[in-house]
């Protein structure tokens, strides 16, 4: 095991080097380039090319390339234009933020959508399948935007508290401005946008859960469970779902990323101060520093989350081996 996560790591490098390659580039083919947020009717030509020499930008791409990687590998991820600070410390301060808001959405989805999609694949088209299905079907169909809009609307606007008479829940934010920390506060700030992210994410978990359980129940092996005796909870939770899950772990490998980098639409619906938030307001100030930090970051996470998909794999089915 140990040989062969390091071999997979080392493998790794070279693919995180490329990616990083087509990120700088790409970030320096967008109209305007990494100048774009200087120009204004105040700045002279004169100004931008002492910038371009302050900043490092009047040599050869290629030489401007070595220059940004090697100072990301020494920890210097660069400047923010907008704030001024280390773009290291601006993801820093935010990843927190999205970790609280993303996990719990996370395991809130998992709890809800394992049990549904296994009990909607036992009962194949009963009610409670029928339902299943249909929640999983708006869960994909409905925009996030839509969704986060309508329960804003609902329970900050229509709906109000019989206490204090204002608002039944926090419409944005990830607390109350000018109050003391309160775990009562934070969960009310939390509600509504972890159960945007929840309900979206419910719709792929059950599909693929239901799917991969109607599978495996099919299977040769299922049936010989079945005739030696033994009850069907057991062949189910210890048999048919630990084989099952193999789709939805792909699915969970590929979402693991979005923890660390936030839904983008949604904090930006409920200005909650994470990753999400922070992306989106780098592109609309064209702050190329954090947007290269922050695809780079997610890049290395994309690498990370394949390998650990893997490791999963191999303990959820034996057949699995590592050499």
Do not use: C
């Not at 008479?165 to 700030?189: N, Q, V, W």
């Not at 092996?221 to 048919?240: P, S």
């Amino acid at each position: 095991m140990g040989k062969y996560i390091l071999r997979r790591l080392l493998q790794a490098i070279p693919l995180v080097i490329l990616i990083s390659m087509t990120v700088f580039l790409l970030m320096n083919l967008i109209p305007g380039g990494p100048l774009a947020a200087y120009e204004s009717p105040g700045i002279t030509p004169e100004d931008l090319e002492r910038l371009k020499h302050e900043l490092g930008l009047d040599v050869p791409l290629h030489i401007q390339y070595w220059n940004w990687l090697s100072a990301i590998i020494r920890g210097n991820w660069g400047t923010s234009i907008v704030s001024g600070r280390p773009v290291l410390t601006e993801i820093t301060e935010r990843i927190f933020n999205t970790l609280y808001l993303s996990i719990v959405a996370f395991i809130g989805s998992l709890l809800i959508s394992i049990p549904l999609g296994v009990t909607s694949a036992t009962r194949q088209y009963s009610k409670i399948d029928n339902l299943a299905t249909t929640i999983a079907f708006f869960g994909q169909s409905i925009p996030i935007f839509w969704m986060g809009l309508i329960l804003i609307i609902i329970f900050n606007v229509m709906i109000k508290n019989p206490n204090t008479g204002g608002p039944l829940l926090p419409g944005g934010g990830m607390s109350t401005i000018g109050s003391d920390f309160s775990f009562e506060d934070r969960l009310k700030h939390l509600i509504l946008p972890a159960s945007v992210l929840i309900f979206f994410n419910l719709g792929t978990h059950v599909r693929y859960t239901r799917s991969g359980m109607l599978d495996v129940l099919h299977q040769d092996y299922i049936r010989t469970a079945h005739a030696k005796g033994l009850n069907k909870r057991t062949v189910i939770l210890k048999h048919a779902l630990r084989n099952s899950l193999l789709p939805l772990i792909t699915i969970i490998g590929l979402e693991l990323p979005g923890l660390f980098n936030g839904a983008l639409i949604t904090e930006t619906i409920f200005s909650w101060p994470g990753m999400g938030r922070l992306f989106f307001n780098s592109i609309d100030r064209a702050d190329y520093s954090v947007m290269m930090g922050v695809l780079l970051m997610n890049a290395i996470l994309i690498v990370l989350s394949g390998l650990l998909t893997d490791i999963v794999y191999g303990f959820l089915n034996p057949r699995i081996r590592f050499d």
